[in-house]
């Protein structure tokens, strides 16, 4: 089971860092990634970060600005977002699946949801 938390209202400019919380199972193998879906969207890929080697993926429009982690210890995948933007609004999920896959952007891949942070940008 996921648990997505940290969204809020922020303005632009601003940060925020969103937690993905795992229970249930040992984490740290897994694959995680984060989407989002804004009104009247398509959920999109944002950023993923591999199980085993930490390696880390990016979209283009959150490179650069967002930074996904991950601390084992505490089976929590963390999402740091800066200089955020009102395009940036969105409901937030974190997924994950036990194999990194090469289409880590697929959200059809991902076996575990969490259930969305809400995230708000005002301008």
């Known amino acids: 089971q996921l648990q997505a938390s940290g969204g809020g209202l922020v303005p632009a400019g601003g940060s925020l860092r969103l937690s993905c919380a795992a229970s249930?199972?040992?984490?740290?193998?897994?694959?995680v990634a984060w989407f989002r879906q804004a009104p009247g969207k398509e959920r999109e890929f944002v950023s993923a970060?591999?199980?085993?080697?930490?390696?880390?993926r990016y979209s283009d429009s959150s490179k650069g600005r967002f930074t996904i982690s991950r601390d084992n210890a505490k089976n929590t995948v963390y999402l740091q977002m800066n200089s955020l933007q009102p395009e940036d609004t969105a409901v937030y999920y974190c997924a994950a699946r036990p194999v990194w896959n090469v289409q880590y952007w697929n959200e059809n891949w991902y076996d575990y949801w969490g259930q969305g942070t809400l995230v708000t940008v005002s301008s």
């Open positions: 970060i591999r199980g085993t080697s930490g390696m880390t």
């Open positions: 249930g199972r040992t984490f740290s193998g897994y694959a």
